[in-house]
């Protein structure tokens, strides 16, 4: 799996849109990006994967940049439950290959 | 729809002893996966299973191994345990081996 980078962490307010960026610049034509959170000691939850069109769900959006060699999880209204670490991952086989994350602290 | 189950979600063993640990996935998922996140290593892929074969094995020693039966349940076993055993053990779940895992809570296994 291809290597990514997050900011270790970031703050967002709650109400507001966070805006989790990821660069992926050595990621391979079928590698796709997929995105988990993890909310202290619980088992990862999945959030949204793509290959390089926009993606959105229920929970976020996931915004791939042409050249796919970056990305940006959106998530539209933070709220305190939102806190977690966020994992960028870069998958093209059967596993997850995760990183440190970023922690995300949504404050009121 | 249930999610992926583990059972148990708490378990403390003594060195040298071994623990078996289970996990029911969703239904109809056919692959599941077993991770080891602690806090000096974060999260580890320990390995995968499909109709009943693992498929692959991460860098683990031979002490970790793990089954699945036809129902697509898994068990993972860890035979003389040692204090860096202690850790979260987590099973995910897919409907094939390419589509998107998800987690169960995990088993918390303290060695003392």
């Known amino acids: 799996d291809a290597k990514t980078t997050q900011p270790p962490s970031m703050d967002c307010a709650e109400g507001r849109a966070a805006n989790l960026p990821c660069n992926h610049s050595?990621?391979?034509?079928?590698?796709?990006v997929y995105w988990y959170r993890q909310i202290h000691s619980q088992g990862p939850q999945y959030i949204i994967h793509?290959?390089?069109n926009n993606e959105t769900n229920e929970m976020a959006s996931l915004i791939i940049t042409e050249d796919r060699k970056s990305s940006t999880l959106i998530l539209p209204h933070a709220t305190l439950r939102d806190t977690a670490v966020y994992y960028c991952?870069?998958?093209?086989?059967?596993?997850?290959?995760f990183g440190a994350g970023t922690t995300v602290t949504v404050r009121a | 729809k249930a999610g992926v189950t583990q059972t148990p979600r708490y378990l403390i063993k003594t060195r040298g002893q071994q623990v078996t640990l289970s996990c029911s996935p969703i239904?109809?998922?056919?692959?599941v996966s077993w991770y080891q996140q602690t806090p000096g290593q974060g999260l580890q892929f320990l390995f995968e299973?499909?109709?009943?074969?693992?498929?692959n094995k991460g860098n683990f020693p031979g002490r970790f191994s793990g089954r699945q039966f036809s129902n697509s349940r898994s068990e993972m076993n860890v035979s003389t345990l040692e204090l860096g055993d202690s850790a979260l053990y987590l099973c995910?779940?897919?409907?094939?081996?390419?589509?998107?895992?998800?987690f169960g809570q995990g088993t918390r296994l303290t060695v003392v």
């Open positions: 995910a779940s897919s409907l094939e081996r390419h589509t998107e895992a998800f």
């Open positions: 050595t990621i391979s034509g079928n590698e796709y």
């Open positions: 793509g290959l390089k």
């Open positions: 991952i870069a998958r093209n086989d059967y596993k997850l290959s």
């Open positions: 239904s109809g998922h056919r692959s």
């Open positions: 299973y499909f109709s009943e074969t693992q498929r």
